[in-house]
């Protein structure tokens, strides 16, 4: 569990959800607490996890490399053999999804990463600056937003050539624009409120505002969009993969196995495809309902507010 | 109010101008120009140099940009390096496609994700909730090819029946031309309205929450005026937002659903142009898009305003 | 299909079986046999970049342009694939006055489509003299090397040309049949337009009219009522649309909205092959191989591969036919020019002691390596391009495993293909390449390119006086079992030396509906020809 938190939610957030749940006990308890009243976000977080540990065990759970071409095994049926089957080169279905989760978590998380850092530093000192500043930067956000992603992403491929940090790159450089206007819509209207005004008059800087008054209120908008982003992030590189441009080969990219021999040899060999399409489900659910359960918890004005409006 | 849209206006040629500049450099830094596309297999140095001065292409950047501003601004957005075709007609042909197609999803996502967001919110944790939830991040956690893949092939299979593949104008057969578009329309709907329907939910929990809301419950206003009209205006800013965002995506970022459903928008033109760096086509495209977000984040700035009345000019 | 016992899906598929063999029986039928009139051909076609024949040599354009164009020889229409007999189409007959003297006499009254500016008046010899003239004279035709040895084209009446040549080139007529840019053309369009790129200036003496171009969605074509092969064509037009994604064509072609195979060529692609016979047992099929190489090239100008053994170890290190299995499920390992070419194509054992290179051995590769001072292997890169589809791709990954496996450590470069085309394929690039060369109706072109040091398409960077030699003995000796000696020679010699790792054709499938009559396919650009040659008997 501590794992996903980590790396989904903001520090400030995160400071939080520590000061909640010390070690020990009660941090069981607060666990245990989550699981009651978040059924759903418990099962995410579990598929989150399961996945994580996929990532970082599949030597160990695995029999065969991602890349041997088995002889005499070319699409096999799932089997006691092959769990998963094999695909069109003979390849282990389950060793190529194993390892297909580390690219996808490098993948998402990457993207997130690069994605929401940018949008939190422009959405958020855009909206509490306003006035020139603001326009000046939303222009560049505006150019940035427009300008088609294809283009972006296929100079990256093109100049770089494809891989692995290149596509992640790509991709976060392209998400970080609309989830910027996102965050400085929040912002805007977070510091029209009377508690920054007050800050402002206690002599507080404006990195001091933006990092401890604001970051801490449009984090719940940040989360929410990091969620929505790290499934959006996997499943716009399977898009890619589509369209030629996704992690290339040898990389056993969820993405590339459904749009490549998955979609190739689907009428024969379902289970190719099946497999690496179910994978990306999981996890894109998996990370969606977590963030909803996370977003709920951490909302900041739901700290004292007695839960449940009703 | 009007000043401030005239204000706009003016500083939105601003980031025209920033993201042609963008455009017109990063894919001729790509290796591989037209010209050596043009040319394929068989390239020879001296003609590479010759096609290129016939194309105009030997001049330094900036002074191809500044040309092509020039005559942008005369309102000629050139032809196409391959097909010797005016853009701007491409253009008009293609726009209405991609827009169709983009609208039809855009309802689709709008009339299933704003109430089921509503619901979801106003009943947290209940089972409807859990229910509308689940199906709303099942919708869109499968890759939007995959879905076409399937509802392509698999009728075929089972029914002997698969999507038209040629396309019908709307002059042809008015049934023919907009029933193309519903299959695509759903599918592309569908992962738009999943995204629509958490924002929407999640913000509306917020707006909730507010001392605001909580003033209206206490004076004892019912439930439905309650989210109606205090809440869900404020709950719909980001909402809004993201909605902007989605109309100019679709416009350029729809080359998968055009490639499987053989629809001639835009973004199957956009590929094809990076790919044979058919420099005026993408620049063209992208003056196109860049102009409709310049009009769609207007819009929603001033959605704002008449969503919170906080918000002042 | 809820019904099919294992009897009854056995009888299909013998059945699908006997169609295609019996299929064959069939194929040389006399062309001008009485066909049935009407009907609209609807076939996966593409969305040329332009129109212009001598501005590209783009597969795309030069299929379409088959549709609306005349050639004055081209290859025969109705007999088995891989077979490329040129015959007459504008051009009568032609005679050779001495070794560099060739005339061709023309058909008389052939019309140009009705269509401005040319508005169907008569072909004559100036409209071949212009078309070559420009042909040889555009400075962007990347196609001028096809007729390198022409020195100029003189019209000597009305009805006849004389192409006058630097060299004897005993292979003129077989270009002039290559569907590649060989198309006449007519002045007034070249005129009035400035260049053929427009839809409106594809005017032609060919069997259909181009009645309408929708960019990326379709080409339109009707029957050209003035056609010169009386009959054809039996259809009164052809669809022509564009496809590209397998997955909606045989979605199309399963549904009936194609009356040939979704993929190219017409064919089904082999993985849906056993799907779509099991379903749809009525549908006609025809196996061939394909006239195009794949392989490895290398920097044979540079260590290590300028080293024999070195070369030899990498084929030795690949196994052709578990990659032809796996990705391609039929093909053939191929020497220099494809298999499917079959008259200029020897069987790998036919190689002579070059032969023995194509053989899976990865201990003897390893054996060279050390031989040639890479005992602890090499390592090196593999570039290719997604451009080309996934099977390439899959294919890569196979053939870097292999290499991996005898001791040769090569990185993958995946390349966007227009970055390929301009870098590795014209030979800018380090280590080595893997990819199809260029599709071959004659010997000579392929290996022209391939072998000729001053050539951009000589991708190894290979540079050998016994094969410069040889290939130009080739050029100039008439008789054909003495020509097809060299030129089987030069493939043994190539398989020697290995500057290219050529690794094998890929079989087709070839499929259509049992109503399209009259048609045979044909690993060719000439869609036209053999479109205006079938009827539909629905």
């Known amino acids: ?310 | 109010m009007r000043k401030y849209v005239l204000r706009r206006l003016l500083v939105a040629s601003a980031s025209l101008v920033i993201a042609s500049l963008g455009v017109f450099s990063l894919p001729r830094l790509i290796p591989g120009d037209a010209v050596q596309l043009m040319l394929d297999e068989r390239a020879y140095g001296k003609d590479l140099d010759d096609l290129r001065a016939k194309l105009g292409l030997d001049r330094p950047i900036y002074v191809q940009y500044f040309d092509w501003a020039g005559r942008v601004v005369r309102g000629q957005l050139g032809e196409s390096l391959w097909t010797k075709r005016p853009v701007i007609e491409e253009l008009a042909r293609r726009l209405p496609v991609s827009l169709e197609l983009g609208l039809l999803a855009l309802c689709f996502s709008i009339s299933i994700a704003l109430p089921v967001g509503i619901v979801a919110a106003v009943r947290q944790d209940s089972f409807a909730d859990y229910i509308t939830r689940s199906l709303a991040i099942l919708g869109l956690s499968v890759p939007g090819f995959w879905i076409a893949t399937l509802a392509v092939l698999l009728p075929a299979i089972w029914w002997g029946w698969s999507p038209p593949i040629q396309f019908t104008e709307f002059s042809v057969d008015l049934w023919a031309h907009v029933s193309q578009f519903i299959l695509p329309a759903a599918i592309l709907g569908l992962a738009s309205a999943a995204a629509i329907m958490r924002l929407t939910r999640a913000m509306l929990l917020d707006v909730l929450r507010q001392d605001y809301v909580r003033t209206a419950w206490a004076k004892g206003v019912g439930e439905r005026c309650v989210v109606l009209k205090h809440s869900l205006k404020n709950a719909l800013i980001p909402v809004v937002t993201v909605l902007g965002i989605q109309v100019a995506q679709i416009l350029g970022g729809t080359v998968i659903f055009e490639t499987i459903f053989g629809l001639p928008g835009m973004g199957r033109f956009l590929f094809d142009a990076i790919n044979q760096r058919d420099y005026p086509v993408i620049q063209g495209i992208n003056l196109l898009i860049v102009s409709v977000v310049v009009v769609m984040n207007l819009t929603v700035d001033a959605f704002y305003a008449f969503l919170d009345p906080r918000i002042r000019y | 299909m809820g019904t099919l016992t294992r009897r009854n899906l056995l009888k299909i598929s013998l059945a699908a079986g006997a169609a295609a063999s019996a299929e064959p029986l069939l194929a040389p039928r006399r062309l001008d046999a009485q066909g049935k009139r009407g009907g609209i051909l609807r076939v996966r076609g593409y969305d040329p970049p332009h129109f212009d024949p001598h501005q590209t040599l783009n597969f795309k354009t030069n299929t379409t342009l088959s549709f609306v164009h005349s050639k004055l020889v081209r290859h025969k229409v109705g007999v088995a694939p891989g077979t490329f007999t040129v015959e007459p189409d504008l051009a009568e007959r032609w005679e050779e006055l001495d070794d560099t003297t060739v005339v061709f006499y023309l058909r008389r009254g052939v019309r140009w489509h009705n269509k401005p500016p040319v508005n169907g008046r008569e072909l004559t010899a100036e409209d071949v003299k212009f078309t070559f003239d420009r042909f040889l004279t555009e400075p962007t035709n990347p196609l001028k090397f096809m007729l390198d040895p022409v020195d100029r084209v003189e019209v000597v009446d009305r009805y006849a040309v004389r192409f006058r040549l630097k060299e004897p080139f005993v292979w003129l007529v077989n270009m002039l049949a290559n569907p590649t840019g060989t198309w006449i053309v007519a002045r007034e369009g070249v005129e009035k337009y400035g260049d053929l790129k427009k839809p409106e200036s594809a005017i032609g003496t060919g069997p259909f009219t181009l009645e309408r171009y929708d960019p990326n969605v379709k080409t339109i074509f009707r029957r050209n009522p003035t056609y010169f092969r009386s009959g054809e064509p039996w259809v009164d037009g052809v669809d022509w649309l564009v496809m590209e994604d397998a997955a909606a064509g045989l979605a199309a072609y399963r549904t009936g909205q194609l009356d040939c195979g979704n993929w190219h060529q017409w064919a089904v692609r082999q993985q849906d092959l056993e799907s779509l016979k099991k379903s749809q047992p009525q549908l006609m099929y025809r196996d061939w191989v394909s006239n195009v190489t794949q392989g490895i090239y290398m920097r044979t100008d540079k260590p290590p591969f300028n080293d024999v053994r070195v070369r030899r170890a990498i084929s030795h290190a690949i196994d052709r036919q578990a990659i032809i299995e796996s990705v391609y499920v039929k093909g053939e390992p191929t020497p220099a020019i494809g298999r499917g070419l079959t008259d200029w194509s020897p069987r790998v054992d036919q190689l002579g002691p070059g032969a023995k290179y194509y053989r899976h051995d990865p201990k003897e590769a390893r054996r060279l390596l050390a031989e040639a001072g890479f005992p602890n292997g090499l390592k090196t890169q593999l570039t290719a391009t997604p451009g080309y589809g996934i099977d390439l791709v899959d294919a890569v990954q196979m053939a870097q495993r292999q290499l991996k496996e005898s001791g040769i450590d090569a990185e993958l470069k995946l390349q966007e293909y227009g970055a390929y085309v301009g870098t590795t394929f014209l030979g800018k690039y380090e280590g080595m390449a893997m990819g199809p060369f260029s599709i071959a109706w004659e010997p000579h072109t392929a290996l022209y390119g391939m072998y000729s040091p001053e050539q951009p398409r000589n991708s190894s960077h290979v540079a050998d006086a016994r094969m410069v030699s040889m290939l130009k003995e080739q050029m100039r000796t008439k008789d054909l079992e003495a020509r097809r000696k060299i030129i089987f020679d030069i493939q043994r010699h190539a398989a020697e030396q290995q500057y290219y790792v050529y690794l094998y054709s890929v079989g087709v499938t070839g499929s259509w509906r049992p109503y399209v009559k009259n048609y045979v396919p044909n690993s060719s650009f000439d869609f036209g020809n053999r479109s205006a040659a079938l009827w539909l008997d629905r």
């Open chain 1, 1 to 310: 569990m501590a794992n996903g938190v980590e790396t989904l939610v903001s520090p400030s957030a995160h400071r939080r959800i520590r000061r909640r749940t010390a070690i020990g006990a009660p941090g069981l308890r607060a666990l245990w607490r989550f699981c009651c009243k978040k059924p759903l976000g418990a099962l995410g977080g579990a598929i989150v996890l399961a996945m994580i540990l996929m990532a970082v065990l599949a030597p160990w759970i695995t029999r065969y490399s991602y890349d041997e071409t088995i002889r005499g095994a070319r699409m096999k049926p799932p089997g006691a053999q092959f769990w998963m089957g094999t695909d069109n080169l003979g390849r282990d279905m389950w060793s190529r999804v194993v390892y297909g989760a580390r690219i996808s978590v490098t993948v998402g998380f990457g993207a997130v990463l690069i994605a929401q850092a940018l949008a939190a530093c422009i959405g958020i000192t855009s909206g509490y600056f306003g006035g020139r500043f603001d326009l000046c930067v939303q222009r560049i956000v505006d150019a940035w937003q427009s300008f088609p992603f294809l283009v972006v992403i296929l100079s990256i491929m093109a100049v770089l050539g494809p891989g692995l940090v290149n596509v992640t790159a790509a991709l976060g450089v392209v998400g970080a624009a609309n989830a910027s206007r996102v965050i400085r819509g929040t912002t805007i209207s977070v510091v029209q409120n009377a508690y920054i005004e007050s800050a402002r008059a206690l002599g507080a800087g404006h990195l001091r505002i933006m990092i401890r008054h604001i970051l801490p209120n449009v984090a719940a908008t940040i989360i929410v969009l990091a969620t929505i982003g790290l499934g959006a992030f996997i499943l716009a590189e399977s898009a890619l993969s589509f369209l030629g441009f996704g992690v290339p080969p040898p990389y056993p990219s969820w993405g590339g196995m459904l749009s490549g021999s998955g979609r190739a040899f689907f009428l024969d060999a379902p289970w190719i495809a099946i497999y690496p399409g179910l994978a990306i489900s999981m996890a894109v659910f998996g990370f969606n309902m977590l963030g909803d359960a996370l977003r709920d918890v951490l909302d900041p004005r739901l700290r004292g507010a007695g839960g449940r409006v009703r």
